[in-house]
């Protein structure tokens, strides 16, 4: 059985693993669809970096304040609102972590997420439903979690991994209109030129689906690392157990959410695997679409560590 201790260690470096992996993905297939598509590969590319470097410069500064917004989460500074801010308070000193804005969604669906460019720009939001259905262990369980993005910087990894795949997805995109709207040379390069613009081309399709899906995979890893942060600081793996029980088996979607922020939450917003429970017998491959990993792998991981 492993401790709290390798749990965190063993998942931090699986997650280091899989960015660097998606950073070597987005490398090569910039440079493979830039020359198989016959472009000049230096100019596409650094357009690419400019157009994508700066869509994603103002959603990285402004994320925190565009999600709240859709979220229509308010401030938690209500009298209700004193035991989220007390948890709150005491996690960021045992975990030294600044403290974070708090905010609070009214909806009866309980879940919590947490935003923020760093670690001193952080903001974790709660529903109503969640202060109202758990009770303190479980809520300082799911808090702790939620402080875990802000500690590990998952905020910060999260924009840094939806630049790259939008910086392939708008590569992608660039190549097929300006290969299809311009001269071809299919007949100046032959065969093989051919061969190369079909390999391309089928590169360009592929390429914001795989990117996604490692996206994906980034997100569900860092699940199951603020899990382990959670039972780390709280030291009550049993509360953050508990919690995530309430909250997956409560079917009442959380009208807040939208496919933009779902990933955010610590359980899915959209409650599937309640509403549709079929759904929770897909194949190995239709999971890899999904945004969080399934509820009873991340307790079996923490019931590891009671």
């Known amino acids: 059985m492993r401790n709290v201790y390798e749990e965190v260690d063993r998942n931090k470096t699986k997650s280091v693993l899989v960015v660097v992996l998606f950073a070597v993905f987005v490398i090569a297939a910039t440079y493979f669809l830039g020359v198989s598509l016959g472009y000049d590969r230096y100019s596409v590319v650094g357009l690419a970096f400019v157009v994508s470097g700066l869509s994603s410069f103002f959603g990285y500064w402004y994320s925190d304040k565009v999600i709240l917004s859709i ?5 938690a500074d209500g009298s209700e609102d004193r035991l989220f801010r007390s948890v709150a308070e005491n996690l960021s000193i045992g975990g030294g972590i600044p403290f974070p804005k708090l905010y609070v969604i009214e909806d009866s669906a309980p879940n919590a997420f947490a935003t923020g460019r760093d670690i001193k720009h952080a903001v974790v939001c709660v529903t109503t439903g969640l202060l109202e259905k758990l009770d303190r262990t479980e809520l300082e369980g799911v808090v702790a979690h939620e402080m875990s993005h802000i500690k590990n910087y998952d905020t910060r990894l999260m924009s840094v991994v939806a630049v790259m795949v939008g910086m392939i997805t708008l590569l992608a995109d660039w190549l097929l209109r300006a290969r299809f709207r ?6 100046e390069e032959g065969n093989l030129g051919v061969i190369l613009m079909m390999l391309g081309i089928v590169l360009a399709l592929v390429s ?3 990117a996604r899906l490692i996206q994906l995979a980034i997100s569900r890893r860092r699940e199951f690392l603020a ?3 959670s039972a780390k600081l709280t030291r009550q793996p049993s509360g953050l157990i508990r919690a995530l029980k309430k909250i997956s088996q ?5 009208e807040a959410a939208n496919k933009a922020t779902a990933h955010l939450y610590i359980v899915n917003p959209f409650k599937e695997n ?3 429970p079929e759904r929770s017998r897909r194949s190995s491959f239709a999971k890899l679409f999904n945004t969080h990993p399934p509820i009873e792998e991340r307790i079996k991981a923490l019931e590891g560590m009671l």
């Open 71 to 75: 979220s229509g989460a308010r401030t």
């Open 182 to 187: 311009g001269r071809s040379r299919d007949n």
């Open 208 to 210: 914001p689906i795989i």
């Open 227 to 229: 899990d382990a942060w």
């Open 250 to 254: 409560d079917n009442e979607p959380l």
């Open 274 to 276: 309640i509403v549709y």
